[in-house]
């Protein structure tokens, strides 16, 4: 949770935080196995800054046409759409507006898509840098087909939305590389 990391890392200094390794067995009785493990608070800074990539999961339950800014007319097959996108500063405030279908001006590619779209889920990915063009990558390394230039105007990608034929979400090397992005390359990377 982005918010209490943000908080924990924010009040650190005023509290005094312990972890613990515990065992419970089949009656309810715990024993306490290491009392001290250490405790790294430095993504709750990186959670306070609002910053970092995303993924946003959008099911389509219909095909449609539909003229997407300067791209012109794209066809879109029923299935789900995972796009990569980055906020380097409000991060939190830019997922939210990816997620309303209604009351926004059509101004990124992604504008154009979520009216129609049955479910959408964001999976925000904060980290000191941009990533979407990494997350993209790691799209199509996953079978993800892509919808040519879409989101990717400012840069060199094919693309940053990809077409899957099944959930995602169901897809266990997709929750995978959504770990490792989260917990291994995010965190790595120097401000």
């Not at 709750?44 to 046409?65: I, K």
């Not at 405030?93 to 990124?108: D, E, N, P, V, Y």
């Amino acid at each position: 949770d982005p918010l209490f990391a943000a908080t924990l890392a924010r009040l650190a200094p005023r509290l005094e935080i312990h972890a613990a390794l515990v065992s419970c067995d089949t009656e309810g009785m715990v024993r306490l196995v290491n009392p001290g493990i250490p405790v790294d608070l430095s993504p709750g800074r990186l959670a306070a800054e609002n910053r970092g990539s995303y993924l946003v999961v959008l099911e389509l339950p219909q095909a449609f046409t539909i003229t997407v800014g300067s791209l012109g007319a794209i066809d879109f097959k029923a299935g789900w759409y995972v796009y990569a996108g980055s906020a380097q500063k409000n991060l939190s405030q830019r997922i939210a507006r990816h997620l309303r279908k209604i009351r926004k001006k059509t101004h990124w590619h992604l504008d154009w898509l979520t009216p129609r779209a049955g479910k959408i889920i964001a999976l925000p990915i904060t980290s000191w840098t941009n990533l979407e063009c990494a997350l993209a990558a790691s799209l199509c390394e996953l079978g993800g087909k892509a919808v040519d230039r879409f989101g990717s105007s400012d840069c060199s990608c094919k693309s940053h939305l990809y077409y899957f034929p099944h959930p995602p979400l169901a897809d266990q090397a997709f929750m995978d590389m959504v770990r490792m992005f989260r917990a291994r390359i995010a965190p790595e990377t120097p401000v």
